[in-house]
């Protein structure tokens, strides 16, 4: 059997079908892994890179978003997470099918109410990964159909489809760098974060300007637009991007994929989508 070779698993989550078919066809050959409490993933090589990618549609909503990304953080140890889709554009500047790199993700709901003083805002905001956001910044470069901004991105849940209403006002007011809105990536981004090791990036194509003519971008198709356009840059940034040194799928150390399409790594050998002959003593991934 030949020396096994190095692989990195990036882990791709989207809330929406469509988010997630755009990002599927990038990765061609798949296997199913559901996670023990339900959660399904589809894993397979990024053509032409020691990528693994992981796939999963984890549905609408931060809450669900973190609490999910930490089942799978935990489950697949990635090096890398990403969460990828659609968004609302909040500047005049970014039109349908430009592609919002996150440089940082505000979480816009939280303050405390006041009676003397109304709503006080109490910021909070997570930075991108440095060397997912620099390995972006240069794939973009070689990508001439795409048009792409490094900007925060505000996250919250909500849909909005009002220019002129109250939370509108308030994200001018207090997140006025911000250049897109969506709902799940602060929920990712915290999963990662607290995860304490893992790199995290948000990457959203604009599918609407979040007014009144929402409705109108969506039936248009924008969405299915935007999704693509962030798909690819998604994947043009794993072709760009090297795990850090000692990043690792596990705490056991680096995995290494052999011939035999096993997954070799610390003290286990994960024989799922590979073939091994011979007697094997030790435990199961799962049973970590």
């Known amino acids: 059997m030949s020396v096994p070779e190095t692989i990195s698993t990036a882990l791709v989550l989207t809330a929406l079908p469509l988010e997630y078919a755009a990002v599927r066809v990038h990765v061609p050959e798949r296997r199913d ?16 890179t020691d990528w693994d990618v992981a796939l999963a549609e984890l549905g609408v909503g931060a809450e669900r978003a973190a609490a999910l990304a930490t089942q799978l953080i935990n489950w697949l140890h990635p090096n890398a997470v990403f969460f990828v889709g659609v968004a609302g554009s909040l500047k005049d500047d970014i039109g349908l099918g430009d592609v919002v790199v996150g440089t940082k993700v505000y979480e816009i709901h939280g303050g405390k109410q006041s009676a003397d003083d109304g709503f006080l805002v109490r910021p909070s905001a997570l930075p991108a990964s440095h060397a997912l ?14 048009r792409a901004h490094f900007m925060p991105i505000a996250s919250g849940d909500v849909v909005l489809a009002d220019a002129e209403s109250e939370i509108a006002r308030h994200i001018r007011r207090n997140y ?10 602060s929920g990712a981004a915290q999963a990662a974060h607290l995860s304490g090791h893992v790199d995290a990036l948000v990457i959203r194509g604009i599918s609407d300007r979040a007014d009144a003519d929402k409705h109108k971008a969506d039936a248009s198709g924008s969405q299915k637009v935007a999704a693509e356009q962030a798909a690819a840059v998604t994947m043009a940034v794993l072709r760009k991007h090297r795990p850090r040194k000692g ?7 680096p995995h290494r994929r052999g011939d035999d399409g096993a997954s070799y790594g610390g003290d286990h050998i994960d ?3 590979g073939t091994f002959y011979g007697p094997v003593t030790g435990k199961t991934i799962e049973q970590r």
């Open 33 to 48: 892994r559901p996670h023990p409490d339900g959660t399904w993933v589809e894993q397979g090589r990024l053509p032409g």
């Open 133 to 146: 956001e620099q390995a972006a910044r240069s794939a973009v470069r070689d990508m001439p159909d795409v």
């Open 176 to 185: 006025n760098d911000a250049g897109a809105i969506e709902m799940e990536g």
């Open 247 to 253: 990043s690792s799928d596990s705490e056991e150390g």
């Open 271 to 273: 024989l799922r989508g």
